[in-house]
Antibody, heavy 120, light 112 residues
Framework: EVQLVESGGGLVQPGGSLRLSCAASGFTFSNYAMTWVRQAPGKGLEWVSTISGGGDATHYADSVKGRFTISRDNSKNTLCLQMNSLRAEDRAVYYC?????????????WGKGTTVTVSS | DIVMTQSPDSVAVSLGERATINCKSSQSVLHSSNNKNYLAWFQQKPGQPPKQLIFWASTRESGVPDRFSGSGSGTDFTLTISSLQADDVAVYYCQQYYTLWTFGQGTKVEIK
């Protein structure tokens, strides 16, 4: 069974850093691009970042470019999101999602999410 | 950036009746190389992650009931629930994957 489990969320002060992880199982991790999507409280879905299966291509939303870094360790089937210079508006549930090819296209499996709160 | 705009923001439909959600993209998501529309639909129930319903604008994900259907091409798309069930109460999102990824703002479906 394909499974994605996020971790690493928590409370952090504005300007602080947090590192999210997503443990993948049930599929050949390196064959698929992976994505982070977030959802602020009571709001809609916002795409954050995507990394190709080999890790050689990354994409970021303008709202996080220069502050967040996506990475993956294919030997450990793990996706990460390093979040620096966090702002109040980064508060959200962060979901990791598997895409259907090595380069992207649509997302077919989602994790349950991890919650990030940015507050002093 | 491609902007996705859904309408309406919310809709209330009687059980067994049809629900229709529209999605409009700011530019075409039809790729000329393969004649495919890079458009997906997701369902999100309260407290749950999104669940994929449809991809390539009209292809249902495995296991999705056939009362869900997607149509449209280019810039205008529709998700139809042919006979609304209580379990279909959720927020529905369209998403383009033609250029990076963008979601619509969501449409809340409720029972009348």
């Amino acid at each position: 069974e394909v499974q994605l489990v996020e971790s690493g969320g928590g409370l952090v002060q504005p300007g602080g850093s947090l590192r999210l992880s997503c443990a993948a199982s049930g599929f050949t991790f390196s064959n698929y691009a992976m994505t982070w999507v977030r959802q602020a409280p009571g709001k809609g879905l916002e795409w954050v970042s995507t990394i190709s299966g080999g890790g050689d291509a990354t994409h970021y939303a303008d709202s996080v470019k220069g502050r967040f870094t996506i990475s993956r360790d294919n030997s450990k089937n793990t996706l990460c999101l390093q979040m620096n210079s966090l702002r109040a508006e980064d508060r959200a549930v962060y979901y990791c999602a598997k895409q259907v090819t090595v380069d992207g296209y649509y997302m077919d499996v989602w994790g349950k999410g991890t919650t990030v709160t940015v507050s002093s | 950036d491609i902007v996705m705009t859904q309408s309406p923001d919310s809709v209330a439909v009687s059980l067994g009746e049809r629900a229709t959600i529209n999605c409009k993209s700011s530019q075409s998501v039809l790729h000329s190389s393969n004649n495919k529309n890079y458009l997906a639909w997701f369902q999100q129930k309260p407290g749950q992650p999104p669940k994929q319903l449809i991809f390539w604008a009209s292809t249902r994900e495995s296991g999705v009931p056939d009362r869900f259907s997607g149509s449209g091409s280019g810039t205008d798309f529709t998700l139809t629930i042919s006979s609304l069930q209580a379990d279909d109460v959720a927020v529905y999102y369209c998403q383009q994957y033609y250029t990076l990824w963008t979601f619509g703002q969501g449409t809340k479906v409720e029972i009348k």
